[in-house]
Antibody, heavy 116, light 108 residues
Framework: QVQLQESGPGLVRPSETLSLTCTVSGGSITSYYWSWIRQPPGEGLEWIGL???????NYNPSLKSRVTISLDTSNNQFSLKLHSVTAADTAVYYCTGGGGWLPDAWGQGTLVTVSS | EIVLTQSPATLSLSPGERATLSCGAS???????LAWFQQKPGLAPRLIIYAVSRRATGIPDRFSGSGSGTDFTLTISRLEPEDFAVYYC?????????FGGGTKVEIK
């Protein structure tokens, strides 16, 4: 079973770019599908998008204009960039992985707060 | 987008009782790509059921899933203290992947 760990700033200013990295251990980034999912405080889960081992991407239409997800095969990592953030983007961000689109392995999550 | 609607929002039960959670989809979830996750406070969701009825690794057999098309059910046959949590259904049949709003199983 792969293990995932998110890293990145816990505070981002409004209108700036949220950048997170997920480090994968126990498996190769060149296998599987890798997703980002977020959860605003006290709310439910929202899928942001995914990147495949072939580096093809698929994004939630609600965020597509602001999101980039990419692989870094040299470091066995994948990343999330969310541009032009607002307070509504405050959430716990999870990186996940799976043999298909199903997110069956999850990182512990990282809280990102958007505030000036 | 497939909208998943879970009911009830909250289920108040005692340990040892049976829990039945429902998940309805706005359109058919093809290829049985319907899963259930358990989430406890402060922790990441954990996969418990995938492909409608298959238990994930390490999940006890008191958890079972059923259904097809647009109607799905998660059943916990006898609630243990560690089962009190929020449960989400999720579909991976169509993009965007979507989750239900969750059912909180709380101690009565």
């Amino acid at each position: 079973q792969v293990q995932l760990q998110e890293s990145g700033p816990g505070l981002v200013r409004p209108s700036e770019t949220l950048s997170l990295t997920c480090t994968v251990s126990g498996g190769s980034i060149t296998s599987y599908y890798w997703s980002w999912i977020r959860q605003p405080p006290g709310e439910g889960l929202e899928w942001i998008g995914l990147v495949s081992y072939r580096e093809s991407t698929n994004y939630n239409p609600s965020l597509k204009s602001r999101v980039t997800i990419s692989l870094d095969t040299s470091n066995n990592q994948f990343s999330l960039k969310l541009h032009s953030v607002t307070a509504a983007d405050t959430a716990v961000y999870y990186c996940t992985g799976g043999g298909g689109w199903l997110p069956d392995a999850w990182g512990q999550g990282t809280l990102v707060t958007v505030s000036s | 987008e497939i909208v998943l609607t879970q009911s009830p929002a909250t289920l108040s039960l005692s340990p040892g009782e049976r829990a039945t959670l429902s998940c309805g989809a706005s359109q058919s979830v093809t290829n049985n790509y319907l899963a259930w996750f358990q989430q406890k406070p402060g922790l990441a969701p954990r996969l418990i059921i995938y492909a409608v009825s298959r238990r994930a690794t390490g999940i006890p057999d008191r958890f079972s899933g059923s259904g097809s098309g647009t109607d799905f059910t998660l059943t916990i046959s006898r609630l243990e203290p560690e089962d009190f949590a929020v449960y989400y259904c999720q579909q991976s049949a169509h993009s965007p992947l979507t989750f239900g709003g969750g059912t909180k199983v709380e101690i009565k």
